[in-house]
């Protein structure tokens, strides 16, 4: 694996791609997929009362339709929405405990994996509740992003090191997405996926109590070794194609795999990697040609440019 230095020409290209994707990944999603979310979107608005669907809907509807419904949840508690409060519910009829029950009837749970949803523990902060009450909070920042910043934490009962991502909610461009984000993170159980514990709210921020990765990016390690063996390439890989096999299992794709998003959990020569950053993550059902441009730049694939 060799880190390629780019010429100023492609560097300017890779900046001006990246902007139009910004932008078009917020305004414009591919027709064809966005009529076959159109009869979801419908339930979302109301015009079908069952709410069996909302949080599959949530995680199928293209960014088009997620961006219709931002507006409408922009003041509400998000942990609050029927999404988050029939998934726990729903979750208690996951096929991987009865094996008896119609698939079709619970899409979410299709797979005979395990589903993490009912052990997340969500919560929201009332009156003078806070935070720093269950977890002492270092001031350093583990890292920053448009929404927030992740930092390092303890909690104070259990003595377990955690990393909690901060969100800023009046930062949030789409509620839709940052829902279906939470809500796909929490089926995932799996070695190389990074885990989500907890959730907590409050009325300015979102709070994601996430699994510790203390070892840096790969991207940082390929810059640093400029190249990797052959045995080592092989023992990143496996693991990644062994994430990607479990969450395309469950019909997940993640959109924006890139070494940027695969930290190492220690810091150490034989550590194992973990594949974050859910954010773009989809549901895919077999039916949906997938077209939409979503991603990095200097990590998408060509055809998907064209």
């Given at each position: 694996?060799?880190?390629?230095?780019?010429?100023?020409?492609?560097?300017?290209?890779?900046?001006?791609?990246?902007?139009?994707?910004?932008?078009?990944?917020?305004?414009?999603?591919?027709?064809?997929?966005?009529?076959?979310?159109?009869?979801?979107?419908?339930?979302?608005?109301?015009?079908?009362?069952?709410?069996?669907?909302?949080?599959?809907?949530?995680?199928?509807?293209?960014?088009?339709?997620?961006?219709?419904?931002?507006?409408?949840?922009?003041?509400?508690?998000?942990?609050?929405?029927?999404?988050?409060?029939?998934?726990?519910?729903?979750?208690?009829?996951?096929?991987?405990?009865?094996?008896?029950?119609?698939?079709?009837?619970?899409?979410?749970?299709?797979?005979?994996?395990?589903?993490?949803?009912?052990?997340?523990?969500?919560?929201?902060?009332?009156?003078?509740?806070?935070?720093?009450?269950?977890?002492?909070?270092?001031?350093?920042?583990?890292?920053?992003?448009?929404?927030?910043?992740?930092?390092?934490?303890?909690?104070?009962?259990?003595?377990?090191?955690?990393?909690?991502?901060?969100?800023?909610?009046?930062?949030?461009?789409?509620?839709?997405?940052?829902?279906?984000?939470?809500?796909?993170?929490?089926?995932?159980?799996?070695?190389?996926?990074?885990?989500?514990?907890?959730?907590?709210?409050?009325?300015?921020?979102?709070?994601?109590?996430?699994?510790?990765?203390?070892?840096?990016?790969?991207?940082?390690?390929?810059?640093?070794?400029?190249?990797?063996?052959?045995?080592?390439?092989?023992?990143?890989?496996k693991q990644v194609f062994s994430a990607l096999y479990y969450c395309?299992?469950?019909?997940?794709?993640?959109?924006?795999?890139?070494?940027?998003?695969?930290?190492?959990?220690?810091?150490?020569?034989?550590?194992?990697?973990?594949?974050?950053?859910?954010?773009?993550?989809?549901?895919?059902?077999?039916?949906?040609?997938?077209?939409?441009?979503?991603?990095?730049?200097?990590?998408?694939?060509?055809?998907?440019?064209?």
């Amino acid at each position: 694996m060799m880190l390629m230095k780019m010429s100023d020409k492609e560097v300017e290209c890779a900046v001006k791609c990246d902007r139009a994707l910004k932008k078009k990944e917020e305004i414009e999603e591919d027709s064809e997929k966005h009529l076959r979310c159109s009869s979801i979107n419908n339930k979302l608005n109301g015009s079908v009362t069952d709410t069996d669907d909302e949080d599959y809907a949530i995680i199928t509807l293209c960014t088009k339709c997620l961006s219709k419904k931002a507006e409408e949840s922009k003041n509400n508690i998000i942990l609050d929405s029927k999404a988050f409060k029939y998934s726990r519910m729903k979750g208690r009829h996951s096929i991987s405990v009865c094996s008896n029950i119609d698939k079709n009837a619970y899409p979410l749970n299709s797979s005979p994996y395990f589903d993490r949803s009912q052990i997340i523990q969500e919560t929201v902060l009332m009156n003078s509740d806070d935070l720093r009450d269950l977890y002492e909070i270092d001031k350093l920042k583990l890292g920053k992003g448009s929404y927030g910043s992740v930092v390092k934490a303890i909690n104070k009962k259990t003595k377990q090191q955690r990393a909690i991502k901060i969100i800023e909610k009046k930062k949030i461009h789409n509620i839709e997405r940052l829902k279906r984000e939470i809500l796909i993170m929490k089926q995932m159980d799996h070695p190389n996926i990074i885990k989500l514990y907890e959730v907590y709210e409050d009325n300015d921020r979102l709070y994601l109590v996430l699994e510790l990765c203390t070892g840096g990016e790969l991207f940082d390690k390929i810059v640093k070794c400029g190249s990797f063996s052959e045995l080592e390439a092989y023992k990143i890989m496996k693991q990644v194609f062994s994430a990607l096999y479990y969450c395309h299992s469950k019909n997940i794709i993640h959109r924006d795999l890139k070494p940027e998003n695969i930290l190492y959990i220690q810091d150490s020569d034989d550590s194992p990697i973990q594949i974050i950053d859910w954010g773009f993550a989809s549901k895919c059902m077999n039916n949906h040609n997938l077209k939409s441009v979503v991603g990095t730049p200097y990590y998408i694939a060509p055809e998907i440019l064209k």
